[in-house]
Structures are given as C-alpha cells and as structure tokens.
C-alpha cells in the first residue's frame, strides 16, 4: 500500500537549481565591491553558476605627512599619561572608600556580635543555663569584602574615564580619520 500524501505539494527548488541567467540579478550586480567570477565546474555547481570570493582585501598604508606624524605622537603621549592619570585617581578613591565602608562595616559587625553575646548571656542567666555559643558575623570578611567591591568599582569607573579621555584627545589632535 502506497501513500499519494506527497503528490500535490508544489515543487520547489533548492536555490542550486536556479541557473544564474534566470536570476534577476546575477552575483556580480547584487555584490560589486567584491569579485565574482564564473566556477570552474564544480561537483555541486555548474559553470553557468557565479562564485563569490569574500576574502577580505589588505589596506594599504597611507604615508603620512609631517604636521599629521607629530600631531599623532603628541596625542599618544596624552593618552598615555591621562590613562596614568585616571587609574591613579581610580585607585585611590578606591582605597579611600573601601577603607571607609571596610571599617565601618568591620565595626558594625563587632558590634552586632556583641550585642548578640550579651543578650546570649542574660537570657541564659535569666533561664538558669549555661551561655550557648552564637553565631558571630565574620565582621573581617565583610570589611574585606566591602574593601575589594569598592576597589573594583572605582576602577571600572577609572576605566570608562580614560577612555572617554582618550576619545576626546583623538579627536581634538588627530581627528576622526586616523
């Protein structure tokens, strides 16, 4: 017993078959800034058929003149010490507040865990027990922690700084065409 299911679908053909003359637009009309050129009979594609070569072309390098060299050279030197610049700033604001939220976090914490000792310990003088063991905050892996975001933040801000930085000395020195 054979199925007929298959026999009204319309045919379609792979886009293989469509021979290039019968295109509306051939290869080397549709992308003219790279060179198209006919097969040389391949397996899967006949010689009436456009192969497309996009391998990249090399730029050539463009001599530039005196004025442009110096103007560049000067830029590179800005660039270099602003960079310096804005991680240096970037990492002792980092420092300063990482300290500042590294202590106040490691004293809060000391204090939180004090607190929580005392109160063990009246409750348990109060109940006529032995003071249980609480659990303390890790007041300097908080500090610590604290510490390192801060540093981390400040100089992913330090980062987007000097790049901005540079940015505007390309363009006030050697301009947007390099």
């Known amino acids: 017993m054979t199925s007929n299911v298959f026999n009204n679908l319309p045919n379609y053909v792979s886009y293989n078959s469509i021979p290039a003359k019968e295109a509306a637009y051939s290869v080397k009309e549709a992308i003219p800034a790279v060179a198209a050129f006919p097969s040389k009979g391949n397996s899967n594609i006949g010689p009436e058929y456009d192969v497309v070569n996009l391998k990249q ?38 420092i300063k507040n990482g300290a500042v939220s590294g202590s106040i976090l490691y004293t809060g914490a000391k204090i939180f865990n004090y607190i929580q000792d005392k109160g063990a310990k009246k409750a348990a003088e109060t109940a006529g027990e032995v003071a249980k063991q609480v659990k303390h905050l890790p007041a300097p892996a908080l500090a610590l922690g604290a510490a390192v975001v801060s540093i981390g933040a400040a100089l992913w801000n330090a980062s987007l700084n000097a790049t901005e930085r540079k940015s505007d000395i390309d363009h006030r020195w050697t301009g947007h065409n390099k």
Do not use: D, M, R
């Not at 060299?69 to 800005?78: E, L």
């Open 57 to 94: 072309k090399t730029k050539t390098k463009t001599k530039k003149g005196p004025v442009k060299t110096i103007k560049c050279a000067i830029a590179s030197i800005k660039k270099f010490f602003s960079t310096i610049g804005e991680y240096s700033k970037g990492l002792f604001k980092g």
